[in-house]
């Protein structure tokens, strides 16, 4: 256990409607991670934070804001819900310096209709 | 050539025989590489981890990296039905970031 939850587990949703996911961490890690994961697709980098109100986009950004006002939480929204954000949410912290041994919350499933 | 290639599977092996799974990797990926373990429906926890050619050992597995081939795989010697999951390869990009393979299927055999 990396210290690390997500929330909620599970959401329904609607097209159009905004979605915010929550990562806690409990360890005062400096880098956090949103991903998606998908089948045929793997794991894919949506945002990354390396500190409090640092953040940079990743591979699959688009529609997707994340924000990040305390070292703990890092939040990731979706503006508007489309059925192509339907997908298994990860996010993940580094602990050590280099910054490469990545660590999962459980994930968040969310489905939009 | 994608960034880190992995054979879907599934890799079927029978319970005690060793399991061997593959990685390939583009000029794109950098350094450092890792093996993931995910089981269903849950998420990716790391099992190994390498930086420099050659084997590196931790009890059943044994990482093998091979700059010159671009190649990393992961031997699972002893398999047990409790290795069926789906392994993740993956390797730091030229922009730090970690690039994540699709993931190969491994099925143990009682």
């Known amino acids: 256990d990396a210290g690390i939850t997500q929330s909620p587990r599970h959401k329904v949703t609607e097209t159009g409607t905004p979605v915010t996911l929550r990562c806690h961490q409990t360890?005062?890690?400096?880098?956090m991670y949103w991903y998606r994961q998908d089948p045929g697709h793997g794991l894919r980098l949506i945002h990354y934070s390396y500190g409090v109100k640092d953040t940079d986009k990743g591979e699959v950004s688009d529609g997707y804001s994340v924000s990040r006002s305390k070292t703990e939480d890092f939040l990731l929204t979706l503006e508007s819900a489309t059925s192509s954000q339907t997908s298994v949410y990860f996010c993940?912290?580094?602990?050590?310096?280099?910054?490469?041994?990545?660590?999962f919350g459980p994930g968040t499933r969310l489905l939009v209709l | 050539q994608k960034e880190v290639e992995q054979n879907s599977g599934p890799l079927s092996v029978p319970e005690g025989a060793i399991a061997s799974l593959n990685c390939t990797y583009s000029d794109r990926v950098s350094q450092s590489f890792f093996w993931y373990r995910q089981y269903s429906g849950k998420s990716p926890e790391l099992i190994m981890s390498?930086?420099?050619?050659g084997d590196k050992e931790d009890g059943r597995f044994t990482a093998q990296l091979n700059k010159a081939s671009q190649y990393v795989s992961l031997l699972i010697r002893d398999s047990q039905p409790s290795d069926s999951a789906t392994y993740l390869c993956?390797?730091?990009?030229?922009?730090?970031?970690?690039?994540f393979g699709k993931g190969t299927r491994l099925h143990i055999l009682p």
């Open positions: 360890e005062n890690h400096r880098y």
């Open positions: 390498i930086y420099s050619n």
């Open positions: 993956a390797g730091r990009g030229r922009d730090d970031k970690i690039i």
């Open positions: 993940a912290i580094t602990r050590d310096s280099s910054q490469e041994t990545q660590y």
